[in-house]
């Protein structure tokens, strides 16, 4: 005979309040989140924890954080989650678009989409804009949307898989001033001397973070992101500063300003999309297979190591 096995029938609802409280370290914010009052968040977290037999959360002086048995759980909490909503949706036979959220604006991941979902028939998109990588990938956990787009790099939390879908090169944006302005490409070293410009702090821009340490760019100024205008007008004004842009992406018609393509190496822009590793949507699917037919199609994942610089 078997042993007896004795299961647990989870409440979704006490789940959902456990894993925003977790995301956001917060009662306050996770209760604003659900639309419920701070108490009654807290009950729904106690009856979980009586339901499991053990405390998830503790809610000391130091604020909020996850026990052991709260690491464990968040991750299967998640796919719950996830799954709960597929269930009610399969059984509702919802046909609804697939909501892909983006983000990196500045260099218009909007174009790249744009071209894919053109190809794709019978794909109907619903379109968000995410603030970063840690937004959409909340935003995925908690069923919120389908599928993101944009630059992927760690940490990403569990619960998430992605897929390289581009590898597009950049070009350097200088002042039509700057003493490299008039040469016909730019060897990224060539750099070192100039200040790079960054439309927010570098901790929120990877790729850019990784350029100025790989190439031993030093000197740094940040400003706020607002928009290619004012990135170019910004670029334009200061000859002795740089950016980078992917090649692709055009830039408004600013006067005084100027593209150089980077070689030896090329840095390449890494563009992924992100969905939850439970699964999602039938939609889902067809997207991912037109993105790699266009990347195959238009030679997008082509690498040499020996060229190009992959952060």
């Known amino acids: 005979m078997s042993p007896m096995v004795w299961a647990v029938d989870l409440d979704l609802a006490q789940v959902r309040a456990f894993v925003l409280t977790a995301e956001e370290l917060h009662f306050g914010r996770a209760a604003a989140e659900l639309s419920i009052s701070q108490q009654a968040l807290s009950k729904r977290i106690a009856a979980l924890e009586a339901r499991l037999g053990m405390r998830l959360l503790d809610r000391g002086g130091q604020?909020?954080?996850?026990?052991?048995?709260?690491?464990?759980?968040?991750?299967?909490?998640?796919?719950?989650?996830?799954?709960?909503?597929?269930?009610?949706?399969?059984?509702?036979?919802?046909?609804?678009?697939?909501?892909?959220?983006?983000?990196?604006?500045?260099?218009?991941?909007?174009?790249?989409?744009?071209?894919?979902?053109?190809?794709?028939?019978?794909?109907?998109?619903?379109?968000?804009?995410?603030?970063?990588?840690?937004?959409?990938?909340?935003?995925?956990?908690?069923?919120?949307?389908?599928?993101?787009?944009?630059?992927?790099?760690?940490?990403?939390?569990?619960?998430?898989t992605h897929r390289l879908v581009r590898l597009e090169p950049v070009d350097a944006v200088v002042s039509a001033d700057h003493s490299l302005a008039a040469e016909p490409a730019l060897r990224p070293a060539q750099l070192r001397t100039s200040v790079l410009w960054t439309p927010g702090p570098l901790d929120r821009l990877d790729f850019l973070g990784r350029f100025a340490d790989h190439f031993g760019v030093t000197r740094r100024e940040q400003g706020p992101n607002l928009g290619l205008d004012?990135?170019?007008?910004?670029?334009?004004?200061?000859?002795?500063?740089?950016?980078?842009?992917?090649?692709?992406?055009?830039?408004?018609?600013?006067?005084?300003?100027?593209?150089?393509?980077?070689?030896?190496?090329?840095?390449?822009?890494?563009?992924?999309?992100?969905?939850?590793?439970?699964?999602?949507?039938?939609?889902?699917g067809l997207l991912v297979g037109a993105f790699l037919e266009e990347a195959g199609r238009s030679r997008w994942l082509e690498y040499d190591p020996r060229r190009d610089w992959l952060p």
Do not use: K, N
């Open 63 to 160: 604020g909020v954080r996850l026990t052991e048995a709260g690491r464990r759980l968040l991750a299967p909490a998640r796919q719950a989650l996830a799954a709960g909503d597929l269930a009610v949706a399969a059984v509702r036979d919802e046909r609804r678009p697939l909501r892909v959220d983006v983000w990196g604006h500045l260099y218009a991941p909007m174009r790249t989409l744009a071209r894919v979902a053109a190809r794709a028939e019978g794909l109907e998109l619903e379109l968000g804009h995410g603030r970063d990588l840690p937004f959409v990938a909340a935003a995925l956990l908690r069923g919120e949307t389908d599928i993101g787009f944009g630059r992927v790099h760690p940490p990403l939390p569990e619960g998430l």
């Open 230 to 284: 004012h990135f170019a007008g910004r670029i334009a004004a200061d000859p002795g500063c740089f950016s980078l842009l992917p090649a692709d992406c055009p830039l408004p018609d600013v006067p005084g300003v100027r593209t150089i393509p980077l070689v030896d190496p090329t840095p390449l822009y890494a563009w992924s999309l992100l969905w939850r590793s439970s699964g999602g949507p039938p939609p889902a």
